[in-house]
């Protein structure tokens, strides 16, 4: 069961994030807050899966929310995916620094926001290629600040696996790339998180762009 914890300052938004959710069999809503710091309190209470956080609310925002959440040791399984009315906008790029796994546009189709939520809980890909390359055309642009040393302790597989994850591919993806198994993919992803200090695929992406292993 996959267990959610939604953080958005409009009722209206939440109780239909709340009746879609409720409605499938393998996914709950265990809380529902209105400002970041009562959802991060949420998150310490409850460990969801999946903590579903608007990006600009009154108080404590998403992104300071997203902070909290993902500098807790005791908070490490839980996956913060960004809700965002505006897309692309500067509050996602620092959300997506402060820890979160992933964005979503609130007008996404119902089944696409499923298949996402069910993409972050098992901590796969959350952001689309396209969306990568704009993302990382928008905000990582210019002389980058110079990090290789980091990439000195990854393995040439490993090192691999990472480039093509910040590509946006999924594990099956770069499976298929690099001729291995996805469980194969995924440990050399897993390794690299662990060397690199990254929390997820998301930061490695970002990790991946600002050490130079990926050029815009």
Same mark, same amino acid.
């Given at each position: 069961?996959? &267990? $959610?914890?939604?953080?958005?300052?409009?009722?209206?938004? %939440?109780?239909? !994030?709340?009746?879609?959710?409720?409605?499938?069999? #393998?996914?709950?809503?265990?809380?529902?807050?209105?400002?970041?710091?009562?959802?991060?309190?949420?998150?310490?209470?409850?460990?969801p899966d999946i903590?579903?956080? #608007?990006?600009?609310?009154?108080?404590?925002?998403? +992104? *300071?929310?997203? &902070?909290?959440?993902?500098? =807790?040791?005791? @908070?490490?399984?839980?996956?913060? $995916?960004?809700?965002?009315?505006?897309?692309? =906008?500067?509050?996602? !790029?620092?959300?997506?620094?402060?820890?979160a796994a992933g !964005?979503?546009?609130?007008? +996404?189709?119902?089944? #696409? !926001?499923?298949?996402?939520? %069910? $993409?972050?809980?098992?901590? =796969?890909?959350?952001?689309?290629?396209?969306?990568? /390359?704009?993302? +990382?055309? /928008?905000?990582?642009?210019?002389?980058?600040?110079?990090? *290789?040393?980091?990439?000195?302790?990854?393995?040439? %597989? *490993?090192?691999?696996?990472?480039?093509?994850?910040?590509?946006?591919?999924?594990?099956? *993806?770069?499976?298929? &790339?690099?001729?291995?198994?996805?469980?194969?993919?995924?440990?050399?992803?897993? &390794?690299?998180?662990?060397?690199?200090?990254?929390? =997820?695929?998301?930061? @490695? $992406?970002?990790?991946?762009?600002?050490?130079?292993?990926? %050029?815009?």
């Open positions: 069961m996959i &267990r $959610v914890l939604l953080v958005d300052d409009q009722p209206l938004i %939440r109780s239909g !994030f709340r009746a879609l959710l409720d409605a499938e069999d #393998d996914i709950e809503v265990v809380a529902e807050a209105g400002d970041g710091a009562a959802g991060v309190a949420l998150a310490r209470e409850h460990r903590a579903l956080v #608007d990006v600009q609310m009154p108080g404590v925002d998403g +992104i *300071e929310a997203t &902070r909290r959440i993902a500098g =807790d040791p005791a @908070l490490a399984a839980v996956h913060v $995916v960004i809700l965002t009315n505006y897309g692309l =906008d500067e509050y996602v !790029f620092h959300a997506l620094r402060a820890g !964005f979503l546009v609130k007008d +996404i189709l119902p089944e #696409d !926001f499923l298949h996402a939520i %069910r $993409v972050a809980a098992r901590g =796969d890909a959350l952001l689309a290629p396209s969306i990568t /390359r704009k993302l +990382i055309d /928008r905000y990582v642009t210019g002389p980058l600040p110079s990090n *290789e040393a980091a990439l000195t302790r990854l393995t040439n %597989r *490993e090192r691999e696996a990472v480039a093509l994850a910040a590509q946006g591919l999924s594990n099956d *993806e770069i499976a298929a &790339r690099m001729v291995i198994s996805p469980v194969t993919a995924k440990t050399h992803l897993n &390794r690299a998180m662990t060397k690199l200090h990254a929390r =997820d695929r998301a930061q @490695l $992406v970002v990790i991946a762009y600002e050490s130079g292993l990926v %050029r815009p």
